[in-house]
């Protein structure tokens, strides 16, 4: 794909990290002194190449490749659903493919958020996610990604993120800034 580089910045595990395999998405674990590159380190969360393979390495263990893991999230007091809409919509935008750097937003693969108060100030997220492909074995990784995003959140006790293919994904969903980015504008 034209209009992007990755990087290759290299990097030894300080200690023990949690991985997940792309794009199988099996998680393993990377022993300290692993060597190996970040190739992408987008929405607080890092792609790294290993002996030939690639893992996504979660934005809490960023201490581990020597790099700082990102600052809590916060509402402020009282919050209303439309501010924890707008932190999902944020959180959202920090959800990347490993293997393309245009979050899921401006891919235009969100199809839909809504929020459910609960009786205990607390709320349930539903987001419905899809992929550029019903084929793409991103699936998993990017669900469970947005999924782990969101629950992060201040009176976020659970995000439901289903996976649909309904309606069909295009390039015509993508933003101009995901366009430009890719070279389809």
Aim: charge should be negative; glycine fraction near 8%; proline fraction near 6%.
């Amino acid at each position: 794909m034209s209009g992007f580089s990755l990087s290759s910045e290299p990097f030894t595990l300080s200690r023990d990290c949690t991985a997940i395999m792309v794009p199988q998405g099996q998680s393993l674990t990377l022993p300290a002194g692993q060597i190996g590159y970040i190739t992408q380190s987008l929405g607080g969360s890092f792609t790294v190449y290993v002996e030939g393979n690639l893992f996504r390495v979660a934005g809490c263990d960023a201490d581990a490749l020597g790099k700082e893991v990102p600052p809590k999230l916060e509402l402020p007091e009282n919050a209303s659903d439309a501010d924890v809409e707008k932190l999902v919509w944020e959180q959202l935008r920090t959800v990347f493919d490993p293997e393309i750097p245009i979050n899921v937003v401006e891919l235009g693969l969100v199809y839909d958020v809504s929020l459910e108060h609960q009786d205990n100030d607390q709320r349930k997220v539903y987001v419905k996610l899809t992929l550029t492909a019903p084929g793409c074995g991103m699936g998993d990784i990017l669900v469970d990604d947005a999924r782990v995003k969101i629950e992060m959140l201040p009176t976020v006790a659970e995000a439901d993120v289903d996976l649909v293919f309904d309606p069909p994904w295009n390039y015509t969903m993508m933003s101009d800034a995901a366009k430009l980015e890719t070279g389809m504008l």
